[in-house]
């Protein structure tokens, strides 16, 4: 019934199979990849005719994780997986930018690729395996890719590099990169990185394009046996051809003036004007004009590159390595905890610090597990920033990618969460766009959580790299624009400290780069970076010596493990009547830590003697205050430490005889009272008579005088 192949390799330490042939057959590819006991199942389809008048290629990657895979339910109410999560949307980014630069220039049919976890062994983890899998997939699928496409994960642990770390070997490693690209070279790279210096990244990321070779190998091993015959390339025609030489004559002189334009609004207007003129007199001449705003932008592409490799000077008039003018300001919304507005050329964000507490953390359902993260970073670019009127929504694939490359980026300098116990949500609002608006918000980021008093290791500045790469040579540029981004060969963005690199994003729009390339793009991000910084320090070198007025102060207590129960109380009653009471947020950590938040002081220092009162332990001899809870026969109860309640015996209710409890106290009154003892069950002993009840003076030596009986001579034990 199935006609199945299979390919397995050693890889890493750990086997990695790829078998096609029995699951989703009706596929135009299908491969299930297992590594270790990690398994994805990859699919693709592809539409054999594009739409009319497509002018762009409709990539779908959709990876998606079912919490069966790690034998979990989903939580939420209806018991099933909704919307991705952010872990998902990231990974589908990942695998989408190594493969769509693999297609055909001109290939416009809506292609789908879907990547489905279905076992999770906590050890691997399914971004690698995805996009090995759908590599193949798409490699034995007939839709034109020029691919096989590999992928692997790098680690560094005491100074060496780790293919495919698992889990725990993460965690003691000062890497995690993830790279990906063909047999001639790399097409992507993301990765998180504790300041380590260029030439070890540059070294992982060739570490990875060497270790994943024989992955590469196996895909083409596979489909040899497995893949479907090939589509059949749209090749030009000679009407295609007659449009696109049309256009070049009617729109190159007037696309290169557009061009010496440096601001970017006047530039677009000319080139809309260069736009229209060339479409009219198409029409004119009956000739294709959705043909021809197809190739438009291929036209502006040449002329602006070949600019650049000419002259060496780019389209706002600077050379290759200039940043543009920068602006650092801080401390500029007066109610929020940490602001800042940076503005680079036509780039600007606006990052504001906001600090809250452990109740305030970001509570994660994932494949692992749940687990709380104590740091966010929310990342929005509204269509008012690039002077469009469009929709407003939930953040999309891209703002959820910016935002994590800024996350990434931070990381790593923040402060261990026992050093500076508060949550951290930092929010940036890209204002206005004209390239690398992730990399402002890095630096935005790093300037609002410095004046929020958050203290960071050092300050973190980003700077996005482009290239123009001819058969004739290459430019790297640094800050580049947005249209240099659009029109360029690759999008690179480094962010570090004046130490070393913490994060490093690439991606590449043609089949590979060289690593020569990337050195002189780290070596000259490095100089723009520094420089970054040294912009930054006009407006804030250091954190803010404490956190603003506006944030809560966090004061972090111990109390023994075994008094946590009394903290809290019944049903969580006596921690509810304490935050009730003086209005702080308290956090409780299993091992006894618990930390009290408020804005005012005197609040947290009540919620502190309140909470110090339940797990303190009476002292004999020392007066306290109390309250009166229950009166008897015998005596009285009184509540004097914390939770803790001690009789006072009729007999130590006043110095003289006392008839009846009432006649000295009733519940609800305050009064003083000395442990004197303790009874063979722990429970206290309390006296009021040889406590003046105005001073709280201890005056044991003149009640006993009188002859009254001490403690010592009752003759009736009560318990409670």
Avoid at 157 to 163: C, H, N, S
Avoid at 368 to 375: D, L, S, T, W
Avoid at 599 to 618: L, N
Wanted: hydrophobic share 40%.
């Amino acid at each position: 019934m199935f006609n199945c192949f299979r390919k397995e390799i050693d890889w890493g330490g750990r086997p990695l199979v790829l078998e096609t042939g029995k699951v989703a057959r009706q596929a135009d590819g299908a491969v299930m990849v297992t590594y270790g006991e990690t398994v994805v199942l990859c699919t693709v389809v592809g539409v054999k005719s594009a739409k009319p008048g497509q002018d762009f290629f409709p990539l779908t990657v959709n990876y998606q994780e079912k919490s069966f895979a790690a034998g979990r339910i989903p939580g939420g109410f209806f018991k099933r997986e909704g919307r991705p999560s952010e872990k998902e949307t990231l990974v589908s980014r990942l695998i989408d930018r190594p493969i769509r630069p693999l297609f055909p220039h001109g290939f416009r049919n809506e292609v789908q690729v879907v990547a489905t976890v279905l076992s999770h062994d906590l050890e691997n983890d399914p971004d690698i395996v995805a996009t090995v899998g759908c590599s193949a997939a798409l490699t034995l699928s007939g839709i034109p890719f020029l691919g096989p496409v590999g992928a692997a994960r790098v680690g560094y642990v005491d100074g060496a590099f780790v293919l495919n770390p698992t889990a725990s070997q993460l965690a003691s490693s000062r890497l995690d990169l993830v790279v990906a690209g063909t047999q001639e070279g790399v097409l992507m790279v993301e990765s998180e990185a504790q300041e380590l210096p260029e030439d070890v990244m540059l070294g992982a990321v060739t570490f990875g394009h060497q270790q994943f070779q024989p992955v590469i190998e196996a895909i083409i091993a596979l489909a040899e046996h497995a893949a479907r015959e090939p589509w059949t390339l749209h090749e030009p025609s000679d009407a295609e051809r007659a449009v696109a030489a049309r256009l070049d004559a009617l729109a190159r002189a007037a696309l290169s003036e557009a061009y010496q334009e440096r601001a970017k609004a006047a530039r677009h207007d000319k080139v809309s004007a260069a736009k229209k003129t060339a479409m009219e007199q198409l029409a004119a001449e009956g000739l294709d004009t959705e043909l021809a705003k197809s190739r438009f932008k291929e036209l502006e592409a040449d002329i602006v590159r070949n600019a650049i490799l000419d002259t060496g000077l780019r389209i706002d008039g600077r050379d290759t390595r200039t940043v543009r003018p920068i602006v650092a300001e801080v401390g500029i919304l007066p109610r929020a905890h940490g602001s800042a507005l940076f503005t680079r050329g036509e780039t600007q964000a606006l990052c504001v610090a906001t600090l809250g507490t452990g109740q305030d953390e970001q509570v994660i359902d994932a494949l692992e597990g749940e687990y709380r993260q104590h740091f966010m970073l929310h990342y929005n670019f509204p269509p008012y920033s690039v002077g469009e009127a469009g929709r407003m929504g939930s953040p999309g694939r891209r703002e959820i990618g910016h935002g994590k490359l800024a996350w990434r980026a931070l990381h790593p300098l923040l402060p261990e969460k026992s050093d500076f116990p508060y949550t951290l949500r930092v929010v940036s609002e890209i204002t206005e766009s004209n390239g690398s608006s992730s990399m402002a918000t890095v630096c935005g980021t790093s300037l609002s959580l410095m004046d929020a008093g958050v203290p960071l290791k050092r300050p973190v500045a980003g700077i996005a790299m482009g290239l123009i790469k001819e058969d004739r040579g290459y430019a790297v540029l640094s800050d580049i624009l947005g249209d240099e981004d659009h029109l360029g060969d690759m999008d690179f963005k480094v962010a570090g400290t004046e130490l070393g690199v913490t994060s490093l994003q690439m991606d590449i729009k043609i089949t590979s780069i060289t690593p020569e390339i990337m050195q002189v793009a780290l070596a000259q991000a490095r100089d723009g970076r520094l420089h970054i910084l040294g912009e930054m320090a006009k407006a804030l070198t250091q954190n803010r010596a404490s956190v603003a007025a506006t944030a809560p102060r966090i004061t972090t207590i111990n109390v023994p493990k075994e008094k946590i129960r009394e903290v809290i109380g019944t049903g969580g009653k006596v921690i509810r009547q304490i935050v009730e009471e003086t209005g702080c947020k308290i956090d409780i950590d299993d091992d006894g830590t618990i930390k009290i938040a408020s804005t005012d002081q005197s609040r947290t220092d009540h919620a502190i003697g309140w909470i110090r009162g339940i797990v303190a332990e009476p002292e004999m001899g020392v007066i306290y205050t109390g309250k009166v809870v229950k009166t008897a026969d015998f005596g009285a109860f009184v509540n004097f430490l914390g939770s803790r309640d001690g009789l006072v015996h009729v007999s130590e209710l006043a110095a003289g005889r006392v008839n009846k409890t009432t006649d000295v106290v009733n519940v609800g009154d305050s009064v003083k009272v000395k442990v004197i003892g303790f009874d063979d069950r722990g429970k206290v002993k309390l006296s009021m008579r040889v406590v003046d009840q105005v001073t709280g003076e201890d005056i044991s030596d003149k009640v006993g005088a009188k002859g009254s009986r001490r403690p010592s001579d009752a003759t009736t034990e009560v318990t409670d």
